[in-house]
Antibody
Framework: EVQLLESGGGLVQPGGSLRLSCAAS????????MSWVRQAPGKGLECVST????????YYADSVKGRFTISRDNSKSTLYLQVNSLRAEDTAVYYC?????????WGQGTLVTVSS | DIVMTQTPLSSPVTLGQPASISCRSS???????????LSWLHQRPGQPPRLLIY???NRFSGVPDRFSGSGAGADFTLKISRVEAEDVGVYYC?????????FGQGTKLEIK
């Protein structure tokens, strides 16, 4: 069974940082591109970043470029999102999802709240 | 960025009746590889989204055959042949032809 388990969210002050993790199991992690998609409270979905299966290609939405860094450790079947210089508008549930062209499995998400 | 526009934004439907959601993109979603990366996702309250349809019309594993997708170019439709109670929630179209991948605003399906 494919499982994705996010962690690392929490309450952080504006300008702060967090490292989000997504532990994957039930499939060959190194064979799949992965994505981070966020959803602000009561709002729609925004794809913030994706990474190719070997980590050689990364993509970022303009809203997070230069502040967020996606990475992966295929030996640990884990996806990461380093989020820096956080702003109030980054407050959202952050989901990791398998794949990028058609994300087929999603985790339950981790909530990031940016507030003073 | 490619803008995805869904209509309607809200759809009250009677159980057992059909439902249809439209999604239009601001430009063609045909990729240079010949594929059209248009997907449909469903999100129930308090749950993560789940994939229903990929590449316009392919049902993902375990998705009931009452769900169908169609369209081409920049105009797409999701149809539910007979709405069931478990189908309530928000439906999103998503394009992955060009980064940044973008979603429609969402269509809320409610039971009358």
């Amino acid at each position: 069974e494919v499982q994705l388990l996010e962690s690392g969210g929490g309450l952080v002050q504006p300008g702060g940082s967090l490292r989000l993790s997504c532990a994957a199991s039930g499939f060959t992690f190194s064979s799949y591109a992965m994505s981070w998609v966020r959803q602000a409270p009561g709002k729609g979905l925004e794809c913030v970043s994706t990474i190719t299966s070997n980590g050689g290609g990364t993509y970022y939405a303009d809203s997070v470029k230069g502040r967020f860094t996606i990475s992966r450790d295929n030996s640990k079947s884990t996806l990461y999102l380093q989020v820096n210089s956080l702003r109030a508008e980054d407050t959202a549930v952050y989901y990791c999802a398998r794949g990028r062209l058609a994300p087929d499995y999603w985790g339950q998400g981790t909530l990031v709240t940016v507030s003073s | 960025d490619i803008v995805m526009t869904q209509t309607p934004l809200s759809s009250p439907v009677t159980l057992g009746q059909p439902a249809s959601i439209s999604c239009r993109s601001s430009q063609s979603l045909v990729h240079s590889d010949g594929n059209t990366y248009l997907s449909w996702l469903h999100q129930r309250p308090g749950q993560p989204p789940r994939l229903l349809i990929y590449k316009i019309s392919n049902r993902f594993s375990g998705v009931p055959d009452r769900f169908s997708g169609s369209g081409a170019g920049a105009d797409f439709t999701l149809k539910i042949s007979r709405v069931e109670a478990e189908d309530v929630g928000v439906y999103y179209c998503m394009q992955a032809t060009q980064f940044p991948y973008t979603f429609g605003q969402g269509t809320k399906l409610e039971i009358k």
